[in-house]
C-alpha cells in the first residue's frame, strides 16, 4: 500500500507541487509519494529553521535531554513499523532494518545523557606573561542551523546520528535525506514533533543532491554542512561551501588482517557478516581480507562453505541475508568491476552474478592493487582474499588506500596488534572483530579520503557547538 507523504517544515506538513515516487527496492512496488522541494518550500524551511533555533538554543539542557529521551522510547515504541519502512525503502534484510532501529534507540539515548554534560574549561591565565589578574574560561554555544545531508544506507540511524547530537546542543537542522530513502526520515520527524520538539527546529525537505543538497551546501544563512556519503560529492560540498563548518562521513575499502593466531572459526564468521551484510552497502564493509599463507586454504574453502549458505530473497522474509542491491545500475556497476577484474587475472571463487539488482555474494582471489575491486570503494557484497607472509606486509597493504575509516585485526598477538594500530592510518581499528563494529557512543570517522570530523554523540556535539572564550580581568 503507497501513502502520501508530506514534507515538514515549521512544525507542520507541507505539501508541494511536485512529487518523487518512492519504490519498494526488491519487487519495485510503489510505497509512498513525497513532495518535491521546489525553491520556495526550501526558503520557508530555511526561515522556519531560523525560527526554530531561537526557540531550541533558549531551551535549558534538562528540557533539550528530555525531548531526547521520549525520541528514544518513542523510537523503541515504533520499531516495528520503521523496520517495516527501512526493509522496503532501503531493501535492507529485516534482521539489518531491526538491528539499525534497535541502534537508533541507543543513539537518542545516549544524546539525551549528553545533552547535559556539555561544558567548557577553564584556562590558566596566569601562565602567560601579564595574566596574573586574569581569570578565563571557555563555554560552548550551537553553532545555529544546520544542513544534513544523509545517505541511503542507513536512513534511521545515520540521520539519528546528526539529528541526536544537533538537538541535544541546540541548533536548528534543516535535513536532506537520500532522495531514494527519504520516508524512514519522515516517520522519524513525525516521532519528534510528538517528543516536543520545538517547531522549526527540525525541517525536512527532500529533492536531488545536485539542486536541494546544493542549496543547502552554498546557503550564507547555514553556519554548518554535516554530510555522509560518497567521497566524490563529500569533496564536492568541501569545495563549495565556502567559511562553513563541514563535517563528512564519506566511504572506505575496509581491509581486515587475519593472523595465524587468531580463533579461525569465530575469525570466518564474523568476516562473512563484514563483508555481506546489506549486500555490502555498509561505509565499513570488509573489501579486502589478508590472510596468512598458512591458514589461507582453510579461511578460504571455510569462508565459501559459509558464503554458500546465505540465503538470497526478499528483504522482509526474516530468514533473508542478502536483498536486492539499492538500485539495478549499482549492481550492474559492481558486475562491471568483477568483469575488469576477471579481465586482468583475478579468479572468482564463488558468486560473480547478477539477476536484476540482486548480486550474488562474490568472493576473488588472485586480485592485485591497482584493480577497482581493491582500490576503490565497491559498496557491493565482493570481497577479495589475498593471501600474506610478514605482518608487517599485511599492515602495509592493509594501510595502502586513499581512504581511511576503520580497520579489523584478528590476532592473539598483543604487539602485532599495536603494530597494525601504529600502522594503519584510518580513524578506528578494531582487534579481534571486523572492521564493520560500530558502538554509537564511539567516536567514529575517517582521515584521508573517507572524511573530516567525527560522530558519535560526545564528539559531533563538539563539531556541532563553537567555543567561546571568556576572559576576566580583576582590577586591582
Ligand atoms: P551519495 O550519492 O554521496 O549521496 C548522499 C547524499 O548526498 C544524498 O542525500 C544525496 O542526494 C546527496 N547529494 C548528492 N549529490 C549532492 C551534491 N552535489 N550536493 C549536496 N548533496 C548531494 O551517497 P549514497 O550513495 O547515498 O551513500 C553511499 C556512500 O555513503 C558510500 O560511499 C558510503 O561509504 C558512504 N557512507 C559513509 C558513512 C560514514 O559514516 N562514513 C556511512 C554510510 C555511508 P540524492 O539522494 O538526491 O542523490
Redesign the pocket.
Known amino acids: 500500500m503507497s501513502e502520501e507523504y508530506k514534507l515538514l517544515i515549521g512544525g507542520k506538513w507541507v505539501d508541494g507541487e511536485g512529487k518523487i515516487e518512492v519504490k519498494n527496492k526488491y519487487n519495485n512496488q510503489k510505497i509512498g509519494t513525497v513532495p518535491l522541494t521546489d525553491r520556495k518550500l526550501y526558503e520557508k524551511a530555511i526561515e522556519s529553521a531560523q525560527d526554530g533555533f531561537h526557540l531550541l538554543s533558549k531551551l535549558p539542557s534538562y528540557k533539550r535531554s528530555e525531548i531526547l529521551e521520549k525520541a528514544s522510547s518513542l523510537i523503541e515504541k515504533n520499531q516495528e513499523n520503521l523496520t517495516k519502512i527501512i526493509a522496503q525503502e532501503a531493501g535492507k534484510p529485516v534482521k539489518f532494518s531491526l538491528a539499525e532501529v534497535k541502534r537508533a534507540v541507543q543513539t537518542f539515548k545516549f544524546a539525551s545523557e549528553q545533552a547535559k554534560q556539555i561544558h567548557g574549561e577553564t584556562v590558566p591565565m596566569d601562565a602567560a606573561l601579564g595574566g596574573e589578574k586574569r581569570i578565563g574560561f571557555f563555554m560552548r554555544f550551537p553553532v545555529g542551523v544546520i544542513g544534513a545531508?544523509?545517505?541511503?544506507?542507513?536512513p534511521l540511524n545515520?540521520v539519528a546520528?546528526k539529528l541526536a547530537p544537533a538537538i541535544a546542543c541546540g541548533n536548528s537542522v534543516v535535513l536532506?535525506?537520500?532522495?531514494?530513502?527519504?520516508l524512514t526520515a519522515l516517520k522519524l520527524g513525525e516521532l519528534l514533533l510528538e517528543a516536543g520538539l520545538s517547531e522549526g527546529a527540525l525541517n525536512i525537505i527532500?529533492?536531488?543532491?545536485?539542486t536541494?543538497?546544493?542549496w543547502?551546501?552554498t546557503d550564507q544563512r547555514i553556519q554548518m554542512?554535516t554530510?555522509?556519503?560518497?567521497?566524490?560529492?563529500?569533496k564536492?560540498?568541501k569545495q563549495?561551501s565556502g567559511l562553513k563548518k563541514v563535517t563528512?562521513?564519506?566511504?572506505?575499502n575496509s581491509p581486515c588482517i587475519i593472523d595465524k593466531s587468531c580463533v579461525l572459526n569465530l575469525t570466518i564468521s564474523r568476516c562473512v557478516v563484514g563483508s555481506f551484510a546489506y549486500s555490502g552497502?555498509?561505509?565499513?564493509?570488509i573489501q579486502r581480507i589478508y590472510v596468512h599463507k598458512d591458514i589461507f586454504d582453510k579461511f578460504a574453502s571455510d569462508f565459501l562453505e559459509k558464503t554458500k549458505n546465505l540465503k538470497i530473497g526478499d528483504p522482509q522474509d526474516e530468514n533473508t541475508d542478502i536483498g536486492p542491491m539499492?538500485t539495478e545500475g549499482?549492481a550492474m556497476r559492481a558486475e562491471e568491476w568483477v568483469e575488469e577484474a576477471v579481465k586482468d587475472g583475478a579468479k572468482i571463487l564463488i558468486g560473480g552474478e547478477r539477476v536484476g539488482s540482486v548480486y550474488y555474494p562474490t568472493v576473488l582471489t588472485d586480485v592485485k592493487p591497482e584493480m577497482k575491486v581493491v582500490r576503490l570503494?565497491i559498496?557491493a557484497p565482493v570481497v577479495s582474499l589475498i593471501s600474506f607472509d610478514d605482518f608487517s606486509d599485511a599492515v602495509r597493504m592493509a594501510d595502502d588506500s586513499i581512504y581511511g575509516?576503520q580497520a579489523g585485526i584478528f590476532t592473539k598477538d598483543i604487539n602485532k596488534a599495536f603494530e597494525a594500530v601504529k600502522g594503519i592510518k584510518v580513524g578506528g581499528v578494531i582487534i579481534n572483530d571486523i572492521p564493520t563494529y560500530?558502538a554509537d557512543q564511539m567516536p567514529?570517522?575517517?582521515v584521508k579520503e573517507?572524511?573530516i570530523g567525527r560522530?558519535g554523540l560526545k564528539y559531533a556535539i563538539e563539531e556541532m557547538t563553537d567555543i567561546k572564550m571568556v576572559v576576566i580581568n580583576l582590577p586591582e
Request: glycine share 16%.
Open positions: 545531508i544523509s545517505p541511503f544506507n542507513f545515520l546520528h536532506k535525506p537520500a532522495t531514494l530513502t527519504p527532500v529533492g536531488p543532491g545536485s536541494v543538497g546544493n543547502l551546501v554542512i554530510f555522509t556519503g560518497s567521497p566524490p560529492v563529500g564536492e560540498i563549495k563528512l562521513e564519506l566511504g572506505n552497502q555498509v561505509c565499513i564493509s539499492i549499482e570503494e559498496f575509516l560500530r567514529y570517522g575517517g573517507s572524511g560522530e
